[in-house]
């Protein structure tokens, strides 16, 4: 069955970097295009950043443009979310997702001084 499992989440000040792992595993990755959401405390859960099946496209969020970059390796069934200059708002728990409705468990990433 579909597997995804997240890691790579933890504390970290204001203006500081986290890499995002998601290791798949169930299907046949490189056919699917792959995303990653977020879920802050007390909000919906919001779509973050795209990645098409060859990772020739990428969309992302207005809020995280130019700051977090999406990537994958279809050789390592694996995809990454390299967040710079993280914000205190970018705290959330972090969800890998691929259609149809599968996701990871989530790693939690939480910014603060």
């Known amino acids: 069955q579909v597997q995804l499992v997240e890691s790579g989440g933890g504390l970290v000040q204001p203006g500081g970097s986290l890499r995002l792992s998601c290791a798949a595993s169930?299907?046949?990755?490189?056919?699917?295009?792959m995303k990653w959401y977020r879920q802050a405390p007390g909000k919906e859960r919001e779509l973050v950043a795209t990645i098409t099946d060859r990772g020739g496209g990428t969309s992302y969020a207005d809020s995280v443009k130019g700051r977090f970059t999406i990537s994958r390796d279809n050789a390592k069934n694996m995809v990454y979310l390299q967040m710079n200059s993280l914000k205190p708002e970018d705290t959330a728990v972090y969800y890998c997702y691929v259609d149809y409705n599968h996701w990871g468990q989530g790693t939690q990433v939480t910014v603060s001084s």
């Open positions: 169930g299907f046949t990755f490189r056919s699917y295009a």
